[in-house]
Nanobody, 124 residues
Framework: QVQLVESGGGLVQAGGSLRLSCEAS????????VGWFRQAPGKEREFVAA????????YYADSAQGRFTISRDNAKNTVYLQMNSLKSEDTAVYYC?????????????????WGQGTQVTVSS
């Protein structure tokens, strides 16, 4: 089993940047594909980005494409989400999640392990 802890959230002005981290413990993160999801108040949790076990494949929601970059450092057991050109609509709690498929899923139900989330607030 793997435990996930997100960090790096905070308050940023529109147009600014943040880098989120998802650190794993309990089992090596290289055994898992990892996804980032977000949930805004009153809305469903939605897919943001995902990365395959070795980082060769990355996948993005339309809302993240071109602004966000997912990456991983398996030696550090950590996955990152670099978020640039942030908008007020990016405000949400961001969660990382892990699953053992070869091709990462974009559906939340396919993920087995979740972190506790980190708040991102973008002021306009």
């Amino acid at each position: 089993q793997v435990q996930l802890v997100e960090s790096g959230g905070g308050l940023v002005q529109a147009g600014g940047s943040l880098r989120l981290s998802c650190e794993a413990s309990g089992r090596t993160l290289s055994s898992y594909a990892v996804g980032w999801f977000r949930q805004a108040p009153g809305k469903e949790r939605e897919f943001v980005a995902a990365i395959s076990k070795r980082g060769a494949g990355t996948y993005y929601a339309d809302s993240a494409q071109g602004r966000f970059t997912i990456s991983r450092d398996n030696a550090k057991n950590t996955v990152y989400l670099q978020m640039n050109s942030l908008k007020s609509e990016d405000t949400a709690v961001y969660y990382c999640a892990a699953e053992d498929r070869t091709v990462p899923a974009v559906v939340r139900g396919e993920y087995d392990y979740w972190g506790q989330g980190t708040q991102v607030t973008v002021s306009s």
